[in-house]
């Protein structure tokens, strides 16, 4: 889990770890050079299989948390949760289950979930993997022996797509065997659609679903139901996310796309440019 500045959310997406039905897990919470108090909130949480380590720079996009986890993860597989989205419960032992029976990647599908509840699901047509589709770390696990074959992470500067996209790329590129989960299993709140979410912290949507989540509903069926009846609900925001998607071709036709895309985001959440 790459964490920068936000602590106040946490308690909540470390807790829909917690509660995880696959419990032989280890977790590094990776503070992107944090200056709050993520670190005391992270080491108040009294559970053994949760670790806490601080970069001493910023590196300004999960990618580098990220390559630190998997350099101190213990364990053959390796799992992404943004620390503001929240896993059901069942999300480990499903994609473990499909790492089991052979697969290298394993994804399995997410509610998108925009500030005014409107929702889609993500990724799109997510049955086959096709190069450049973006599927959320979130919902993402794979062997760690092949990120570290590919090279982990690379730098949001030196590559025009998305660096969760690009890592996908290059882990298929290499033979990886990939394979959907047919279950929906993360929630994802997206701090790209929330304005100054880095400035004003909020944690009040993680707090309500997590209420659901200790009352034992069924979150992924309600979910699905919801989905099905309003498919279309966040259109505006699936057009975008094709963009997104394709970034690669964009950067390539058009100088400093990538960047400015980039820097935009970081200012609509709340933070400053990152050079």
Known sequence: MATYNWSSVLPYSIGS?????????????????CTDDSEKVVTAIQDPRVHWYNRATNYGQQGGPNNDGIQRARGEYIAYLGHDDLWLPHHLESLVAAMDAGADVAWGALSFILPDQKRALMPHNPQRYQPGMWI????VMHRKSLAQKVGGWRSYREITMDPEADLLVRMHEAGGVFRFVPRLTVLKLPAA??????????????????????AGENIEQAELIELATHP??????????????????????????????????????????KS
């Open 193 to 214: 659609e929330r304005k100054n979410v880095y400035r004003d912290k909020p944690c009040h949507e993680q707090a309500a679903w997590t209420k659901r989540l200790e």
């Open 136 to 139: 959320p770390p979130s919902g």
């Open 232 to 273: 279309f609900q966040a259109a505006g925001t699936l057009i975008g996310l094709w963009f997104r998607a394709r970034a690669d071709f964009f950067g390539k036709m058009f100088r400093g796309y990538k960047k400015t895309v980039f820097d935009r985001r970081r200012k609509y959440k709340g933070l400053s440019p």
């Open 17 to 33: 770890i917690l509660r995880q039905t696959r419990t032989d897990f280890e977790l590094w919470v990776v503070g992107d050079a």
